[in-house]
């Protein structure tokens, strides 16, 4: 079976979109018998925490690339400490407080039985789904069979995600060492469509000159929000104009030099294949072409080196192990 049904807030969806890759012990059936209800749960939980938090789809999306991205999609970044106080995680990485009440609820529902590692692979789905328009259907059918691991290095964290000053090439370096594409690379980096980022990050572009790849207006208004000695801890939205809405308005914002990270304002200025997968992805008429594109990258991105049969653990509690 490659496909599923899912009510997420208002929307009823289905997933047809299913790409296994090489790991075939990951299948969207794993809990199909063992915890059916796992993703009607999991999509309630999902949108009761985003009613009063608008920013926590893209926070609880964030958290699974952070996990696949060191060591592989093994719930690592769940554990308490280590990979959490990582440069580009400590007092940034949020929704550990939603991916709890999610797992006490599958807990209960089906007791020793769903991973962390696949809560957050099914989380990250459910958000962009939820924050996308109305009519529209980004989400791709999410295969299960991951499980936790024991441990988590802050050490391999520091190492292992991309930073928001690197260039087209250290991007593609980055995600090859993952078995991604520069491809891969544009596309992901479009979950930049909605979320939020700290003044701390900016200011590289800001100070002690702005970065001239940053559209002037914008730029002033960045330094509105994050004058130079100000509060570090402010966030501005990474998507200017629909900052809430998972869509493709963020390539068309790199298009007119309003990329709020470096990283991303670099896919548009560097000739070649991210310029012209920018290109592709910015009209409005090519919103279903990203969108299957995301679900495609989102799948391999999921089969980074689970673990997988009797490697690791089903933890009971997210934060610890057993």
């Not at 790991?23 to 009607?40: I, N």
């Not at 250290?170 to 078995?179: H, R, Y």
Request: charged share 15%; glycine share 6%.
């Amino acid at each position: 079976m490659c496909s599923s049904n899912s009510t997420i807030g208002s929307k009823t969806f289905s997933f047809p979109l299913c790409f296994l890759g090489a790991q075939q012990q990951l299948t969207p059936d794993f809990y199909a018998a063992s915890c059916p209800q796992l993703e009607s749960i999991v999509a309630e939980q999902v949108y009761q925490a985003s009613l009063t938090d608008p920013r926590m789809p893209a926070s609880l999306l964030r958290l699974h690339f952070h996990d696949c991205f060191v060591n592989g999609c093994d719930g690592s970044v769940l554990l308490s400490g280590n990979e959490q106080l990582a440069a580009l995680n400590l007092n940034s990485l949020r929704g550990f407080d939603v991916i709890a009440n999610i797992k006490a609820a599958v807990e209960e529902a089906c007791p020793s039985t769903v991973s962390c590692a696949d809560i957050l692979a099914l989380t990250a789905r459910d958000s962009v789904v939820l924050a996308s328009r109305p009519s529209y259907n980004p989400g791709w059918t999410v295969v299960f069979g991951r499980r936790d691991s024991l441990t988590a290095s802050e050490a391999a964290a520091n190492a292992d995600l991309p930073g928001a000053f690197y260039n087209v090439a250290q991007l593609n370096d980055n995600f090859a060492k993952v078995g991604l594409s520069p491809k891969d690379v544009v596309v992901l980096s479009g979950a930049h469509t909605f979320g939020r980022v700290h003044c701390s990050v900016l200011d590289g572009s800001l100070y002690p000159s702005v970065d001239p790849l940053l559209n002037t207006a914008y730029a002033s208004q960045l330094e509105s929000s994050c004058p130079n000695g100000g509060d570090t801890a402010t966030v501005n939205n990474l998507d200017p104009v629909t900052p809430n809405t998972f869509d493709n308005q963020y390539y068309r914002n790199l298009q007119v030099g309003k990329g709020t990270l470096y990283s991303d304002r670099i896919l548009f200025n560097t000739t070649g294949e991210s310029q012209d997968l920018v290109n592709q992805f910015a009209p409005y008429f090519a919103s279903d072409q990203f969108f299957y594109e995301f679900g495609v990258s989102m799948v391999k991105m999921g089969n980074i080196s689970p673990l997988t049969g009797s490697e690791g653990e089903i933890r009971k509690i997210c934060s610890q192990p057993n």
